[in-house]
């Protein structure tokens, strides 16, 4: 009788506990919600002060990235090569950071500074969509328009992950039905190392970088529309490349990209 009743002052302790958890924890969120809504109305205020929408859509709460260092990987540059050409070829080092791949329908250049080039002679390519929507699912390209077997141009945007490198692009050209020209940028996503930054800005500190920019400069500038952690394709010495953290602000005349680290805001 008494190991029941101890049992059950057990079970009513845990329950008034996980209650009171139950309760703090919703208490936090509260907290949060009110301190992000007050957030943005400050934010609103100050960007409608200057003449400045904000979208509602606005994720504020989104985090940075981290800048990484990145190095080229010979092995996945190859099975590139390969799969344009549609067979393996041996590479050959033209000195100065160039590999080559010749194959029977031309050569594949690769660049220490991630840039690549093939100018094919008399390829044809039966689906040229299914060939884009191939080598972009494989090698994590997003194209920037929804492919078509009518259009004669594609060009994708490379992801590390969720997030864009903004700047790492690849075009296919096709005419009739060959591909007669492809060139863009390959980053390895497989040997990556973190870059120690100063600091880290949040997208309210982005935000208020963009206003102060838009207001020294004078550019068109009536209402932000998105925000979004993005990377930047940049190559250093010694054919180094970084992979630079930034915000992309899209407002309604132009794009602009917010350095996390240095608040250094570029206009595209």
Known sequence: ?????????????????????????????????????EMMEQLNALFTSNAISLSDDLDLNAA??????????LEEESAIAA????????????????????????TVHFRSNGNFDYAPVNQRINDPADFCETFCETYGYVPTDPLSSSTDSFTATQYLGEHAIYNATVTFQFNNGY??????SY??????????????????????????YRNETGVVCNSIQEILPVYELQSGPSASLQLTAKWQITADAYQYYVDCSTGAVIRA
């Open 83 to 106: 799969m344009l050409l549609g067979e393996a070829v041996t590479a050959e080092h033209q000195g100065g950071g160039i590999y080559s791949y010749a194959g029977s329908y031309g």
């Open 179 to 184: 591909l007669i020209a492809l060139s863009g």
């Open 187 to 212: 980053i390895s996503s497989s040997n990556t190392t973190p870059v120690a930054a100063s600091s880290s800005l949040s997208t309210v500190d982005a935000l208020v970088q963009l206003l102060d």
């Open 1 to 37: 009788m008494e190991s029941y009743r101890l049992k059950n002052i057990v079970i009513i302790i845990l329950l008034i506990l996980n209650l009171f958890l139950a309760s703090l924890l919703l208490n936090f969120r509260l907290q949060g919600t009110r301190a992000r809504q």
């Open 64 to 73: 940075p990235l981290t800048s990484l260092s990145v190095h080229r990987n």
